[in-house]
């Protein structure tokens, strides 16, 4: 080939070079220039400069082509040359491929110029474009670990709401890759993760307890003592995107430096007070002298400064531009959106929950916790609950509001302060939220108002109700401390329809005891009573079976000066002969010089010897009324005691026909009796009379009642009873019976009865969510804390071997957990320092774990159980087929109850059932003292002493003689769940003797008996 055929051959294979290049749109020429070609490149020029160099072309001149590559590219860029590796030239070139749409690869398109800085830029701006990128990935990398540590937590402890924290860490990786992949700012790295722990949070406080670890802990910590944390974390955050990324202006980023610190001072200013988010809202120390919650800082963050910096992001975030710069800055604006809309989601519900008034409280109101408190004044009992206590008062599944209610200087006013179960303050209730009952009656008319300003700690309101001064239950003259036997001490209900069982006694005898009483007015013979010193325990129970009043009564009796007419009663029918019956009181029979019967003030009978019974034939008397006036003379006058009575030819007869005269009487006595003669006429009613006394505590039948000897402390009195019939007549008949007396002399030989003392006793305590509740003024809690606690409960109860377990306390009431138990003593490492250093840290949070607890205490073998509770088995239905199966297999055990409160009917049968079951006791004390005095009964053997079903008297092993009624009577030794029965019968004028002894761990009884 010639010269110019090779010229002309370079010219061709040139152009070709420089047609591919524009075609390939890479900027890039290839060059095949033979052996030793050579080409030099710009990547940056507009126009390449090709020297091709070729051994057998040396005589051609140079020959220089330029080629138009980018027609939109500045003079300058043009005419600079590469810099930086070849690789990062490639790389750039690609990227500006991929903004004109040509060529690259799908999944490395979206991160040019998102995530690689070009190489054109100064190298302080890589330092921070890089630098700022690298801390996205390790905080998103960080709150990942963030967000999968929450959720193994949550997994692990089997919260409720587990699948709604599935779902959330779902859709934040989802919507992390989508990010990725779609060309979303690297901001997205972090706020979605971040908006997705706001979410996590908005929603624990929402339906859950801020303060329970078991729902959420990070690093120990539980919400409540994170959200400071989190909105420094946030604000800080957005602040450096901001500033950095969103700001292209050098104003705006001082603007957005000076917001973002006023919007951190309000949380800052929770860490120099110390005091968690939630408490800020309605201000601590120096700010809680502002007016109105909605001035404090927080206030004004989450309610202005949240919502203004949303609307200058949304601003941001708005637009067009084909700026690369700009769709990354608007990017990043709408990531911070995001965040700070749901960071300021969070501050909502946090307001929410503690009901500070918003719209949402309309549309979605927060369902009240259950709570109420109660307190004596002005002679009545206040009460004030939530709105749906009633509802849901029994439940332990509910969360619960702990109430302290006190009495103010003002009258009629009272302090009300309310927190929840984990002790943060309740805000904004109203009076919507509560019933308020006085003595059970609700009242309508009162205020209640919150004031911020008593104690920031606690939710305070004060409640103003007019109450009016109102009579106790039952009232009596209190200052009469004397009394005859002639008199009656009288008694006053003030409202019969609170007031179900009415009982006096003195010692073990019961001396009154109406039950359901009709009249207001009741009234006790002294009658019943020795001469001397007596102690009344007056007793008022209510139809819940609470002892709603309890007092003790000193009198002083002293015998009657007088006498008593036995018969004739007012009005009697009496044809033939008059049956006149006095009894001398104290009345010495010397003193007594005579006697005469007067009837219409003429005398049918004197006589100057003393005669208790005297017959006077009315045979020459007329038919009609009369007055029969008996007159003693004695040494200090005359007394005289009158009755009217009807005198007809014929009249009904009536006749007592057990007990017969001058018998000796049992405790209990059946008195029968019946008409005789009457004809067609029937009994209308029944009056009694013993001593001349009327007897009102009696339910007489058709043909008789029964008469409670036991009560009067004579060996000697007289019955009258007087029947009225259907045509109004009266007619009677009286006869004179003697109280049987008997000596129980009644020993134990405790040296033999070592066997039967406790070698192990267990105590299981309830520290359900409901202990929370007010009993006596106090949390039930704190009364069963008090009561194990106690210095003379321990030293007994630290010779029994003692160990304890509590349940519901170590997870919230909401996950419903059946096997919440923890043993907090084993048997043999009792100490009580311990044990209460161990209680101190217990808080009732759960469900009742009744069933599992009883399980548990089972395995350490006791031979008696304690049980403190207020309620059954949360899971297990109610005396189940698999508690009685357990009760039986481990029948050794005595089980013993303790119901604290009003509990459901439902739940105080089973309870009884379960001690019954063990032969154990079932106890529902009204108060702490009845609590404390029952259990130190309880943790030393005691006997029980029946006459019939009625018990007289339980009392601990020891020698103790009793002054007893002839009848059948029954001993009974409970130990464990065996009980040792020993019926005997004491006679009248007997001694009865009863030794108990032990022999080849047996109990022996010997009795024996002697005449007095």
């Known amino acids: 080939m010639n010269e110019k055929e090779k010229s002309d051959q370079g010219k061709v294979d040139a152009q070709k070079i420089i047609t591919d290049a524009n075609e390939s749109g890479t900027g890039e020429v290839a060059v095949d220039a033979g052996d030793g070609g050579q080409a030099e490149l710009d990547p940056n020029a507009t126009m390449m400069a090709i020297d091709v160099t070729n051994p057998e072309l040396d005589h051609l001149a140079e020959t220089k082509v330029g080629i138009q590559l980018f027609a939109d590219e500045e003079e300058d860029e043009k005419k600079q040359k590469p810099r930086g590796s070849l690789f990062s030239i490639k790389l750039f070139k690609k990227n500006k491929s991929q903004q004109t749409g040509d060529g690259g690869s799908f999944l490395l398109r979206p991160f040019m110029g998102l995530w690689i800085c070009g190489y054109k830029t100064d190298i302080k701006t890589q330092i921070v474009f890089y630098g700022l990128r690298l801390a996205l990935v390790a905080v998103s990398v960080y709150l990942h670990m963030a967000l999968f540590e929450i959720f193994g937590a949550i997994k692990a402890a089997g919260h409720p709401s587990m699948s709604f924290y599935q779902a959330g860490i779902a859709v934040d990786l989802v919507l992390i890759l989508l990010g990725l992949l779609l060309r979303f700012s690297p901001g997205w790295v972090v706020s979605v993760p971040l908006s997705t722990i706001a979410v996590i949070f908005a929603y624990g406080i929402y339906f859950y307890h801020t303060a329970d670890l078991h729902y959420f802990a990070f690093n120990g910590q539980s ?451 019946a008409l005789e003669g009457a004809g067609a006429k029937k009994i209308a009613g029944v009056s009694a009379f013993v001593n001349g006394q009327a007897f009102e505590d009696a339910v007489i039948k058709e043909d008789g009642f029964d008469l409670p000897v036991s009560r009067w402390r004579r060996s000697e009195f007289f019955l009258a009873v007087q029947a009225t019939l259907d045509d109004g007549s009266k007619v009677s008949d009286w006869v004179q019976v003697n109280k049987g007396i008997g000596l129980l002399d009644l020993v134990f030989k405790a040296e033999t009865l070592g066997f039967l003392n406790y070698k192990s006793v267990f105590v299981i305590l309830d520290a359900s969510v409901s202990q929370l509740d007010n009993w006596q003024g106090k949390e039930k809690w704190s009364q069963i804390k008090k009561v194990t606690g106690d210095s003379v409960i321990d030293k007994r109860i630290k010779k029994l071997n003692p160990g304890f377990l509590v349940f519901g306390s170590n997870k919230a009431h909401y996950y419903k957990d059946c096997e919440d138990d923890e043993v907090l003593i084993e048997p043999g490492s009792y100490n009580q320092p311990i044990f209460k250093r161990k209680l101190k840290e217990i808080k009732p949070t759960g469900v009742s774990a009744l069933y599992s607890a009883l399980q548990k205490s089972y395995s350490f073998g006791p031979e008696k159980i304690f049980i403190f509770t207020d ?41 009884k059932e379960l001690a019954l079951m063990t032969a154990g006791h079932f106890y529902q004390p009204d108060n702490y003292e009845i609590l404390h005095n029952s259990w130190f009964r309880e943790l030393e053997l005691s006997y029980e002493l029946y006459f019939g079903q009625e018990l007289i008297t339980r009392e601990p092993l020891g020698a103790r003689k009793f002054r007893l009624a002839p009848g059948k009577y029954t001993l009974k030794i409970p130990y464990g769940s065996e009980i040792k029965e020993v019926e005997f019968a004491i006679e009248n004028t007997s001694k009865t003797s009863l030794v108990v002894e032990g022999k080849d761990k047996t109990i022996h009884v010997g009795i024996s008996k002697t005449r007095l």
């Not at 039952?474 to 009288?490: A, G, H, I, M, P």
């Not at 008694?491 to 010692?507: C, H, P």
């Not at 007015?521 to 001469?531: G, N």
């Open 871 to 911: 309620s059954t088995d949360a899971c297990e239905p109610v005396m189940s087929d698999a508690t009685r199966s357990l009760i039986e297999k481990n029948s050794q055990a005595q089980i013993v109850v303790f119901a604290l409160g009003n509990i459901s009917k439902k739940d105080k049968a089973a309870l």
């Open 223 to 673: 919400i409540s003592r994170l959200l400071n944390y989190f909105y420094v974390f946030v604000l800080s955050y957005a602040a450096l995107v901001s500033v950095f990324l969103v700001a292209k202006k050098t104003i705006t980023r001082i603007f957005f430096v000076f917001y973002y610190l006023v919007c951190l001072s309000a949380v800052c200013l929770n860490f120099w007070l110390k005091v968690d988010l939630e408490l800020a809202f309605f201000g601590v120390g120096p700010l809680s002298d502002l007016p109105h919650f909605y001035y404090q800082p927080v206030f004004v963050l989450f309610h202005i400064c949240f919502p203004l910096l949303m609307l200058l992001l949304l601003v941001f975030s708005l637009g067009q531009s084909q700026d690369q710069t700009q769709k990354d800055s608007r990017g990043y604006a709408r990531s911070l959106l995001l965040l700070i809309l749901m960071a300021g989601l969070t501050g909502f519900t946090l307001m929410q929950k503690n009901r500070v008034f918003h719209a949402l409280n309309f549309a979605v109101p927060m369902e009240l916790d259950v709570g109420a408190v109660e307190v004596d004044v002005l002679n009545q009992r206040l009460r004030i609950e939530t709105r749906n206590f009633k509802k849901y008062g029994d439940f332990d599944n509910k969360s619960r509001y702990k109430l302290t209610l006190k009495r103010s200087q003002k009258a009629n006013e009272f302090l009300l302060q309310v927190v929840d179960e984990f002790d943060f303050p309740v805000k904004n209730l109203s009076q919507k939220d509560f019933t308020l009952y006085s003595d059970g009656k609700k009242i309508d008319k009162y205020d209640l108002k919150e004031d911020l300003a008593i104690n920031y700690k606690r939710g305070n309101y004060i409640l103003t109700v007019e109450l009016e001064l109102k009579n106790p239950l039952l009232t009596w003259d209190k200052k009469v401390r004397t009394y005859t036997t002639s008199d009656r001490l009288e008694f006053n209900i003030s409202d019969l329809s609170k007031v179900k069982r009415v009982v006096v006694r003195e010692g073990d005898e019961t001396l009154l005891d109406e039950t359901q009483p009709k009249a207001e007015k009741l009234s006790l013979p002294i009658d019943y009573l020795e001469s001397g010193e007596n102690h009344l325990k007056i007793s008022v129970f209510d139809f819940l079976d609470q002892e709603v009043l309890s007092e003790t009564f000193n009198i002083t009796v002293q015998e009657d000066a007088g006498f008593s007419l036995i018969s004739p009663l007012k009005d009697d029918v009496v044809s033939g002969v008059l049956s006149v019956v006095i009894l001398p009181r104290s009345l010495a029979l010397s003193s007594i010089k005579k006697v005469t019967l007067l009837i219409n003030e003429q005398v049918f009978y004197e006589s100057e010897t003393v005669n208790f019974h005297q017959g006077i034939n009315l045979g020459a008397l007329e038919e009609g009324k009369h007055e029969l006036s008996v007159v003693l003379e004695t040494e200090k006058g005359q007394m005289t005691q009158s009755a009217v009575f009807y005198k007809k030819e014929q009249g009904p007869g009536f006749k007592i026909i057990s007990p017969t005269m001058g018998v000796f009487t049992l405790r209990q006595t059946a008195v029968l009796f």
